[in-house]
């Protein structure tokens, strides 16, 4: 009796680590990142200080595009299999094509366009389905945009506007970005850029008509070649607006807009949130609440443009 009772206890306490192993991978979420994003650091920071550690309690799963929006669908599709708990999507592409590949898993999204006029929720306040996050409100600002260039080159008349006519967000955009400009009494040139073979000759047709000034929006394939966009524009001596605060921190003239690593970072409250239960179709998307004006002082030297005092005084950030 006592060597039957050793054994079936030597049999728990065997068995002990491989149940506490298994409670141990019970409890790590696993997050799907679709599309490329300078900025999933701050959403993992987030999480971090939210108390969730990678390979602990949480575990990432990370599907790329290198701007080839093409590839969306297929990375949506492959996360949906490895049956990730929550996607986390950044543009209204990447939602799109997550949306289209599940209904049940929750979805959060990042500095998407509007989600409502795009399809991808019901309402701001009550999204209804698996989506929920946070919108960069571009198009609505688009206005405002064109009215600080106006203030700082009251001369310009014709504005080139790059944009990526195979996102949802972008067609949006460009229809609000042309009632600010007749408002102001400017010209549109649409300049479009779907993929990344395609700068070079957008680049050059811009050129043969020659804008005043060049308006670059926060279009996750064309962030991705930022760099590349803001080099154009010195290169050509082309004042440019950027959507995104850490554009003209990178060198562009100036910028209006949410910033993005921002938006990353509070997507982690909504992660958490639904790892803790809660129904995405509950979660309000959540709307900017600070819109950022940086000026870059040292490409308008280059560019020997003089920016008004009483614009300076207005901006939240003066790049020397």
Do not use: C
């Not at 609000?176 to 400017?186: F, H, M, S």
């Not at 490409?299 to 020397?320: G, H, N, W, Y």
């Amino acid at each position: 009796m006592h060597r039957r009772s050793f054994l079936a206890g030597l049999v728990s306490v065997v068995g002990a680590p491989s149940a506490a192993g298994a409670e141990q991978r019970a409890k790590t979420a696993r997050i799907g990142l679709l599309d490329y994003a300078t900025f999933w650091d701050p959403l993992r920071q987030g999480l971090r200080e939210l108390n969730y550690v990678e390979g602990q309690n949480i575990a990432f799963e990370y599907r790329p595009t290198d701007g080839k929006r093409e590839r969306l669908p297929d990375l949506a599709a492959e996360l949906v299999r490895l049956k990730v708990d929550i996607l986390v999507t950044y543009g209204t592409p990447a939602t799109v094509a997550a949306k289209q590949a599940t209904t049940t898993i929750p979805i959060v999204m990042v500095g998407t366009g509007d989600p409502v006029r795009t399809g991808l929720v019901a309402s701001l306040g009550r999204p209804g389905g698996n989506v929920t996050g946070n919108t960069i409100l571009g198009a609505e600002l688009s206005a405002k945009r064109l009215e600080l260039l106006k203030e700082a080159i009251p001369n310009f008349s014709r504005v080139a506007f790059l944009w990526n006519p195979t996102n949802p967000a972008q067609v949006t955009h460009f229809g609000d970005i042309q009632v600010g400009a007749r408002a102001l009494g400017v010209t549109v040139q649409s300049v479009k850029v779907s993929g990344p073979n395609e700068f070079e000759n957008a680049f050059a047709e811009m050129l043969k008509e020659r804008p005043d000034v060049l308006y670059m929006t926060a279009d996750p394939m064309h962030q991705l070649h930022a760099g590349r966009i803001i080099a154009f524009a010195a290169k050509n001596r082309l004042p440019a607006m950027y959507q995104v605060p850490e554009n003209a921190i990178a060198g562009g003239l100036m910028a209006y807009g949410a910033s993005l690593p921002e938006l990353f970072r509070r997507a982690a409250v909504y992660v958490d949130k639904i790892l803790k239960g809660a129904n995405p179709a509950d979660l309000p998307v959540q709307q900017p609440t600070k819109f950022e004006l940086l000026i870059n002082l040292k490409t308008a030297k280059a560019l020997e443009l003089t920016i008004p005092p009483s614009l300076l005084l207005r901006a939240d950030q003066v790049i020397q």
